[in-house]
């Protein structure tokens, strides 16, 4: 699994580059890494396609959103029978995010590397349109 990945992280306010030549395994371990981050936000592209992975990290879970031409999506976990929302912190913002969005962050670096792998539905959960 080699594909090449441009990766941009946002922390308090600053965004910078991890690189334009990424493999997938490099980000999923980029990924689980942010745990501690209180407030980070990871855009990922795959070079020469279409779309843009969006990941919100916050207090070790996550948020994924997925931009394609066609319209905005994210995320749902597939055995989420949670209620409720959850706080979260995006952009320096405090909002309240729906349970059944929020990933711990091993699953959502296994989701990244799905989206990677095929850009169609992962397996283990399911994209909404927003």
Known sequence: MSRCVRAEIER????????????ADDIAAFVRNLEAELD???????????????????????FLGLE?????????????????????????????????????MASAATVVLEWLADPTMPSSGDWERQ
Not at 12 to 23: M, T
Not at 40 to 62: C, F, K, M
Not at 70 to 95: D, H, P
């Open 68 to 104: 394609l031409p066609e319209g905005l999506l994210q995320y749902v976990v597939a055995s989420s029978q949670v209620g409720g929302t959850q706080r979260f912190r995006v952009g320096g913002q405090e909002v309240d995010i729906e349970s059944r969005y929020v990933l711990d």
């Open 12 to 23: 308090d306010g600053r965004r910078s580059c991890l690189g334009a030549d990424l493999s």
């Open 40 to 62: 980070a936000t990871l855009s990922l592209s795959r070079i020469g396609s279409e779309g843009r992975l969006l990941l919100a990290v916050s207090r070790g879970q996550a």
